[in-house]
């Protein structure tokens, strides 16, 4: 079994897409869903309870920020793996999860993530073989990221006093531990731009937190390389090139799969 977990705070507007994302899926008997709302002052628990007889376990309480609330639904969660799906985004299909479920051979799967702007625009994000470079600047999507609930047992759940980049964090330490990694070159979910991790008031927090964590798990050598790099390309194709020079001279750190 999968447990799928949404968080949800006063998302009326985005809350349904998701839920149905979820409900609707093929393999539904195979999901335990646990959606986690902070105490909406909107709608947003009248339309989770609307479906409450298709979700598994609603808590609705005050909680001290995302990763708070994220690490509620891993305690709560029976599920053998462990996705987040926060409210707004979705599903890349109704058959995700089934086709899915044969791969969850391994501690942390994860898949491609299609983007869509305000305006509809679809981008994607995906990857080829993981390294320390590419983890560097790059996260993995927690909601194509699929995660056996041992590992945060192992691991430690996310670090609370993070307002943005905890579940970065928590993958950079992941790696550096000596996991691994199944990829799946498949889209898993859609994300919609708009939410804390990409708006421009939280930009000094999201710079602050992305050094900490750095500093924490990249020696100074590698990071004053990797943001030399960084600073002179900004080019997939660029990045790709250089990527596979730094394999072959041994100076990157690759993730085994």
Known sequence: MISIITIAKNEEK???????SVINQSAIKEIEYIVIDGKSSDNTLKIIEKYKDKISKIISEPDFGIYNAMNKGIKSANGEYILFLNAGDEFFCNETIEKILP???????????????????????????????????????????????ECFIKNGLYDETKKILADWQWTVKYFKSGGKYKYLKTPISVFYLGGISNAE????????????????????????LYKIILKATKKNFVLKIIRLLLKKFCILEIYEN
């Open 14 to 20: 985005t809350i349904e897409r998701t839920i149905l």
């Open 103 to 149: 791969n969850l051979n391994c501690n942390l799967v994860f898949g491609d993530i299609i983007i869509k702007d305000e305006k509809g625009k679809e981008s994607s994000i995906e990857f080829d073989y993981l390294d320390d470079f590419e983890l560097f600047y790059k996260s993995l999507p927690h909601q194509s990221t699929i995660i056996k609930k």
């Open 201 to 224: 008031n939280y930009k000094k927090i999201r710079i602050k937190e992305r050094e900490e964590i750095r500093n924490k798990y990249y020696d100074i050598k590698k990071q004053i």
